[in-house]
């Protein structure tokens, strides 16, 4: 089980960390260097639009690697989505810029990020279900969230990353500075693929191989034949996909260019909420092995909406330590307390036959709506009125979706998911 864990721990991290590092990669540089002809603001904006076409990609991961993962297995889709996203990352620190190379620039750019997504998609369901599936009956949340941990360890090691690369002189940051996140990702891959080689199929999917009851199209199985059971995952997952990219990467901008503030401050808040997150994660995923998900994904709901209406006038504080500490103490209150018990809460939805397919599905699909969209719902909505209240509007409409999605679904702590 040790070496279960580790090794989908190891290979979330590696693949969360290509797709992170986009979008710090986004709010930095991207507008300077592939749109540059145009103004700050809608470079920005395009910036992240290019940024969100890896999240609209990431559902068709879910749709190809979720179907033959419930069909050929989880080990073989999770080295295959690997290579795809190490392949897509590296090259893109290959990558001229627009003054080299005009719009083939942002073009390649586009096409590159659309190969993270597609891995990123067919990722996740199948590490999560790696260790659910092998995990003793009882303690399925805690090692699930052991697997989510990997997000933060990735936001931290990619923060870290660029946060090192800000002491460079502004023109060498952006001639080669940006290049090397990207570029050293080839050698974690290695590592992560090493290991995850020697990992074994999981018990509940030999159980269904060997009875001969594996899905035909499990992806229609799931949208047909348990929609309402989709759409429950979905808004599972709409709130704290938000929060999460709307203070890891939003924030930057907001930070940077709204209240004026040097990059490293709001780099070393977004590093600090990621290491808290390594404890309050796994606290969140053992809670909801005690008293089960359903009451954890309500309080969290409900925080999320408390949140809202707060965190925007602590940042404009401009406090360092009071924008550090909003920053993390936000970040696992709103993120951490959903995520952490997810990576149990939502394969368990459905059954082994379909569970690759179902659980990718409602988190891609959620991550596409929300994750990609919500930087530039609020770049959008803080040039359109210039305040940040709308913003805050958009964070609490989303936690309510979650709050009745979490309302009408089962407990599913007890559930013996080997069986269903």
Not at 98 to 125: C, D, H, K, S, T
Not at 380 to 402: D, K, R, Y
């Amino acid at each position: 089980m040790r070496r279960i864990v580790w090794a989908s721990v190891l290979g979330t991290v590696v693949e969360w960390y290509d797709f992170l590092i986009y979008g710090t990669a986004a709010a930095l540089v991207f507008n300077k260097l592939f749109f540059p002809t145009l103004d700050p603001v809608a470079g920005t904006l395009a910036a992240f639009a290019s940024y969100a076409v890896g999240f609209a990609a990431r559902p068709l991961g879910g749709v190809v690697f979720g179907h033959f993962g419930d069909r050929v297995g989880r080990k073989a889709m999770l080295t295959l989505t690997m290579l795809i996203m190490g392949v897509g990352t590296f090259l893109i620190g290959c990558l001229p810029t627009y003054a080299e190379i005009g719009l083939w620039a942002p073009a390649l750019l586009v096409f590159l990020r659309l190969l993270q997504g597609i891995g990123v998609g067919g990722e996740w369901g199948g590490a999560v279900l790696m260790v659910i599936e092998h995990a003793p009956d009882g303690r399925r949340g805690l090692y699930g969230s052991l697997v989510q941990v990997g997000f933060p360890a990735a936001v931290a090691a990619s923060t870290a990353t660029f946060l090192a690369l800000t002491s460079l002189p502004e023109a060498d940051f952006l001639s080669w500075g940006w290049r090397v996140p990207f570029l050293s990702s080839a050698l974690l891959i290695a590592v992560a693929l090493f290991v995850r080689l020697r990992l074994v199929e999981t018990p509940a999917f030999a159980r269904v191989k060997e009875e001969r009851a594996v899905a035909r199209m499990p992806f229609l199985d799931v949208i047909l034949g348990q929609p309402r059971t989709f759409l429950i995952a979905v808004g599972l997952k709409v709130s704290e996909v938000a929060w999460v990219y709307l203070l890891t990467v939003f924030s930057i901008v907001y930070a940077t260019g709204t209240l004026g503030l040097p990059k490293r401050l709001i780099l070393d808040a977004i590093l600090w909420a990621a290491v808290l997150e390594f404890a309050t994660m796994p606290f969140f995923g053992w809670l909801s092995d005690r008293i089960g998900r359903r009451p954890i994904y309500i309080a969290g709901a409900v925080i999320s909406a408390a949140c809202a209406l707060v965190v925007f006038r602590l940042l404009d504080t401009r406090d360092p330590l009071i924008i550090t500490a909003t920053i993390a103490v936000v970040m696992s209150l709103t993120h951490a307390s959903m995520f952490g018990p997810q990576g149990a809460f939502m394969p368990e939805l459905f059954g082994t036959r379909v569970r690759y397919s179902g659980a990718s599905l409602g988190c891609q699909v959620a991550a596409a709506i929300s994750g990609g969209l919500s930087p530039i719902v609020a770049t959008s909505l803080l040039a359109w009125t210039g305040a940040t209240w709308p913003i805050s509007l958009f964070m609490i409409g989303l936690a309510a979706v979650t709050l009745v999605a979490t309302l009408a679904a089962v407990e599913t702590r007890d559930l013996d998911i080997a069986r269903r």
